[in-house]
């Protein structure tokens, strides 16, 4: 499997961006999804799951209400929404393929995953 990130960008605080995801290979629909992030001088963190089937959804507690993880399994694609962006969602943000096919629970760790992306810079100014 093969992830290829892409949608970030520069944006003020309060903004919106939507970063995207786009899988190679057969297996993508058997695999959950994710997104983490990394900022500077900081380890990679989780911020949100996305089960198999799409049915499933589990975010970090920072970017409840704010973020929403979707997927379209006939296209290959997982997406983050991102809305009222703040500062310190400053990261550089990579998908992530689950290790396992048909998975269960939140997958809230970077040993679940075995693919990832390259990573899309996100930078939001005060």
């Known amino acids: 499997v093969q992830l290829q990130a892409s949608g970030g960008g520069l944006v003020q605080a309060g903004g919106s961006l939507r970063l995207s995801c786009t899988a190679s290979?057969?297996?993508?629909?058997?695999?959950?999804m994710a997104w983490f992030r990394q900022a500077a001088g900081k380890e990679r963190e989780f911020v949100a799951h996305?089960?198999?089937?799409?049915?499933?959804?589990y975010y970090t507690d920072s970017v409840k209400g704010r973020f929403t993880i979707s997927r379209d399994n006939t296209r290959n694609t997982v997406d983050l929404q991102m809305n009222s962006l703040k500062p310190e969602d400053t990261a550089i943000y990579y998908c992530?393929?689950?290790?396992?096919?048909?998975?269960?629970?939140?997958?809230?760790?970077?040993?679940?995953?075995?693919?990832w992306g390259q990573g899309t810079q996100v930078t939001v100014s005060s």
């Open positions: 290979g057969r297996t993508f629909g058997r695999q959950a």
């Open positions: 992530a393929a689950d290790v396992l096919y048909y998975s269960s629970g939140a997958r809230d760790k970077t040993g679940s995953y075995a693919y």
């Open positions: 996305i089960s198999w089937s799409g049915e499933t959804t």
